[in-house]
């Protein structure tokens, strides 16, 4: 049986997010004192936050978090995150810890009716001479689809359809059958990176290359671009942001008469933002 393609979207969302765990991690170097300013965009900042983003989709994305310093040494910085998406029902905690290693961070994301993802990886700070900060990381994956759901929702999607009318139905053994097994290992390369252009506004650049190296056959991309305004309100900042992604998966399917053994998802999101800093 086939990958429905409403199916590959919500998968694809996911998979995509989880693998590129460090671009949403909120300028100097490492080895600065703990009592330095890093950029709101910084990963390594600490602050409380909370924030609000809306997509074009109408979906509403709730974060909150923040962290403290000198847990392990005089320049170490330990941040953790909540995230909750308003229509899909996702959620996922993250996790990182920065030090004059570098960034060691974990990312658990639960998808709806999809999967559980669970990433680790290690993040590389660097500098510019012109001050942009440069986040190369490397990341693993796991991946645990839920079969049984999605049968569930495929079967759901092709309520009133030809196919359903003539007494088809999706079970689980056949979603297992189509994606070649039920989890999956990956590997990726991300890449997040900040430009300040002024005291007040500012880009990040994220793109993100993934591939699985067994399980599930499929290969992930993730491109992402924010820009960014910080104002006041008082003596807090608040961050104004402009983000537009696009997001593609690809999976090898067993091929069929409703396959032709490649199911491919590709979706372009714009959100905007309101990141409150305590």
């Known amino acids: 049986m086939g990958m429905n393609k ?4 919500l998968i694809a969302a996911g998979v995509i997010s989880a693998t590129c765990s460090a671009s949403v991690f909120a300028n100097e170097s490492l080895e600065s004192q703990n009592d330095q300013e890093y950029h709101d965009a910084d990963p390594r900042n600490s602050n409380f936050r909370a924030a609000v983003f809306s997509s074009d989709a109408g979906e509403l994305k709730l974060l909150a978090g923040g962290g403290a310093s000198g ?5 170490s910085q330990t941040i953790g995150f909540a995230e909750y998406y308003t229509q899909s029902n996702n959620a996922r905690v993250r996790a990182a810890h920065f030090d004059r290693f570098g960034g060691a961070y974990m990312d658990l994301y639960r998808l709806d009716d999809a999967a559980g993802m669970y990433t680790a990886g290690y993040m590389l700070p660097l500098e510019s001479d012109d001050g942009t900060l440069f986040f190369p990381s490397l990341n693993y994956t796991y991946i645990d689809f839920k ?3 999605l049968s569930e929702l495929a ?5 009133g359809s030809p ?5 088809f139905s999706v079970s689980d053994a056949d979603i297992q059958q189509a994606l070649k097994g039920n989890d999956a290992h990956l590997g990726s390369v991300n890449l997040y990176a900040v430009h300040p252009w002024s005291e007040t506004h500012f880009s990040v ?3 993100n290359l993934g591939s699985s190296y067994s399980g599930v056959d499929m290969q992930v991309a993730n491109i992402m671009w924010v ?6 309100v008082a003596d807090k900042t608040i961050n104004i942001m402009l983000e537009v992604k696009y997001d593609s998966m690809k999976i090898q399917t067993e091929q069929s008469n409703l396959s032709d053994g490649e199911e491919r ?3 372009v999101t714009v959100s905007v933002g309101v990141d409150y800093r305590f």
């Open 147 to 149: 079969t049984a759901d």
């Open 71 to 75: 847990l392990s040494s005089d320049i």
């Open 205 to 207: 650049f994220n793109v």
């Open 163 to 167: 196919l359903s009318v003539s007494g």
């Open 265 to 267: 998802s590709e979706e």
């Open 155 to 159: 079967n759901s999607a092709m309520a």
């Open 227 to 232: 820009q960014g305004i910080k104002t006041h």
């Open 6 to 9: 409403t199916l590959l979207s």
